[in-house]
Structure formats: structure tokens, C-alpha cells
């Protein structure tokens, strides 16, 4: 008779695209969370114990309780997301847990998004569709929910990152100026191609006509948008962020948009997310909001699931995760 091995044990936080469930469920023994929410925190830390690897979603925090109710035997932890401030990477490393992410195949698609943010805030769309919806329509006006020009406008852009410089060559095709923050500037053969010109942040956010967020969120870059750089910008200034909410101090986003200190923001992503009706931003006309869906076509969602399951089982197989976060988990002889 043969023995055969026991298959990994594995928590999967939510349903995700066919393309990395299926793979996942052949391979492993999974529990998949069933619901439309996340685990509520008890849950999930049931879920993990005896685990040996876990596909988790930004919603999750990954902690060192998490850590421990898994128990030692965890070999993976695999973020179905590019971003990963969800998870206590440090933490997992002294463990010696390679984490995985997904980046790069939702590049264009956020990219994408965070044009048609720049496009939607600057030209009301947003208010437009609710102006119709409210039956407001009475005949064409020659000031009717005038906005601002795209084309021709200066584009700030912080982190030049994939999806900064991805959002660089949308803007080109709109004969845009790119002006573009990171922690040094980049070499000349990626920035002269996209036109992009490195300046400090302060005078960024003073000479952009639309700053667009694409930095992670870390201690640094906590509140990076505040009252301060707020007060730098354009009165007619439009704000985008499809990067991590907590990046833009929203009090003081919401004061400037009411007194009239910048134009207008657009906003994928929320502090806390998800943002309720109630809150006082969504009481602005000149503010628009998303629920998180700058990466929500469904191509780049499949691609997504397949990277994060690669991820999953290279790590159950001992082998090295395709697209690791924590290389140093490894350890100085790569195991
Ligand atoms: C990410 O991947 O980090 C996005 O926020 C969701 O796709």
C-alpha cells in the first residue's frame, strides 16, 4: 500500500478568479472564506492555525498574533495585492516567512484609472451623471458645470513608481507637462522618454494643475497630502489617489475643498476604508469617490489570482516565491 503525503493546509480569506483558485484547490487542502466581507478578526485568526501557507487580501491585517496563531509550521504568506502595508513584512521575516505580492500586472489597468480620475474630477463627470439622475436638466448653459482643461496641464506626479510612470505616458497623449516626486530622481533614460521632470515636493504640489498619489503607505508617507501642502496648491488644484488613504490627511482634505483651497479630488482609496455615506467629504460636490477598484478589471484580476497562487504554492514547494516582498527571509545563505 502506498502512503500518500498529506496535502498542505491552507486558508484562502476570500473567494478570488478562477485562474488561482483552481490551481490552489487541485494542490492544496483549502478552506476558501465564503463571504462577500472579510473574516472578522477572531475568524481569521481560527482560520490560520495549523495553516501552512495563507493567500490573504489588503483587508487582513498579518501581524505577529496572526503570526503565532498560525503556529511555526507556516511556510507562505501570499497578498492577493501589489501593496502590502496590510502585512508586518519585518515580522514575517524574523520568522523567515517569504511574503508575495502581485506587482506589475495591474500597472496599466490602475494606471488607467488614475487617468480617468485626473479626466473625471477635472471635467464633473461624476456631478454631471447626478445632475441628470436629479432630474436638474433643463437645457444646454454656456455655464453649465464648467471644469478644467486636461490637455495642456501640468501633471504632478508622487512616486515614479510602475504606475507613476505609467500614468507619465497617458499624459503625453495629452500633451501634459509631467513634473515627478520620488526619493532621488530617476536615471535619464526612464524619465526623458515619458518628458518627466524630478522636483522637490513642495514645488510640486505648488505648480501641478492635478497631483496623482503613487507612493506606499509607510510611516514617511502617512499624511504626506496635509494642510500644509494642501495650502501650496492651485485653488484650482485636483487631487487623485488610488495609492493607500492614509496617505492624505482626509480632515484636511475636506477643509481645503470646502473653503475653496484647492478644486477638487478624486480619491480611489479611503482612511478608513470603507468610507461611510455619512462621511463629511462625500457631502462635497467637488469630490469624487471610489470604493478601491483602480485594478477591478477583470483580466488584470485573473492575472492577479494566478500570480498570488504561484506565489502561494512555490512557497508551500520549499521553492522561492516568484514575486517576494522579503527576499531577506531567506537569509544570508538564500534559504
Ligand atoms: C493593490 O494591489 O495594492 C491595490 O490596492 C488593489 O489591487
Known amino acids: 500500500m502506498t502512503q500518500s503525503t498529506p496535502r498542505p493546509r491552507v486558508f484562502v480569506s476570500r473567494r478570488i478568479p478562477d485562474e488561482g ?22 475568524e481569521l485568526l481560527r482560520a490560520v492555525a495549523g495553516c501552512d501557507g495563507i493567500l490573504t487580501l489588503l483587508t487582513d491585517r498579518v501581524d505577529a498574533e496572526l503570526l503565532d496563531r498560525a503556529g511555526p509550521q507556516l511556510k507562505v504568506i501570499s497578498n492577493y495585492a501589489v501593496g502590502f502595508d496590510n502585512i508586518d513584512v519585518p ?89 515627478y516626486h520620488d526619493v532621488a530622481p530617476l536615471p535619464a533614460e526612464v524619465t526623458e522618454p515619458l518628458g518627466a521632470t524630478w522636483v522637490e515636493l513642495d514645488e510640486l504640489f505648488e505648480r501641478s494643475d ?10 514617511e508617507t502617512r499624511h504626506l497630502v496635509n494642510a500644509e501642502r494642501l495650502r501650496r496648491m492651485k485653488s484650482t488644484g485636483i487631487i487623485v489617489n488610488t495609492s493607500r488613504g492614509p496617505v492624505v490627511d482626509q480632515a484636511a482634505l475636506y477643509l481645503a475643498l470646502r473653503d475653496g483651497v484647492i478644486g477638487g479630488a478624486a480619491l480611489d482609496v ?19 469617490v471610489v470604493p478601491h477598484i483602480a485594478s477591478a478589471s477583470r483580466a488584470t484580476r485573473a492575472k492577479m489570482a494566478e500570480m498570488a497562487a504561484a506565489n502561494l504554492l512555490a512557497g508551500l514547494r520549499g521553492e522561492r516565491l516568484p514575486t517576494c516582498v522579503n527576499p531577506e527571509a531567506y537569509g544570508p545563505d538564500g534559504r
Not at 104 to 129: H, K, N, Q, S
Not at 210 to 219: A, C, G, K, Q, R
Not at 270 to 288: Q, V
Open 210 to 219: 492635478f497631483i496623482s498619489l503613487h507612493v506606499n503607505l509607510t510611516p
Open 91 to 179: 515580522e514575517a521575516t524574523r520568522r523567515g516567512i517569504p511574503v508575495g505580492n502581485t506587482p506589475g500586472v495591474l500597472t496599466e489597468t490602475t494606471a488607467d484609472f488614475a487617468f480617468a480620475l485626473v479626466m473625471a474630477a477635472a471635467r464633473r463627470i461624476a456631478e454631471g451623471d447626478r445632475y441628470v439622475r436629479a432630474d436638474r436638466w433643463q437645457t444646454w448653459g454656456p455655464l453649465l458645470l464648467l471644469g478644467v482643461d486636461v490637455h495642456g496641464a501640468t501633471l504632478g506626479i508622487v512616486g515614479f513608481g510602475r504606475i507613476g510612470q505609467a500614468l507619465a505616458r497617458r499624459a503625453r497623449g495629452f500633451d501634459m507637462t509631467v513634473l
Open 21 to 42: 483558485l483552481r490551481p490552489i484547490l487541485e494542490a492544496c487542502d483549502a478552506t476558501v472564506w465564503p463571504d462577500e466581507l472579510p473574516p472578522p478578526r477572531d
Open 270 to 288: 479611503t482612511d478608513p476604508e470603507p468610507m461611510r455615506a455619512s462621511d463629511p467629504l462625500l457631502s462635497l460636490e467637488n469630490c469624487l
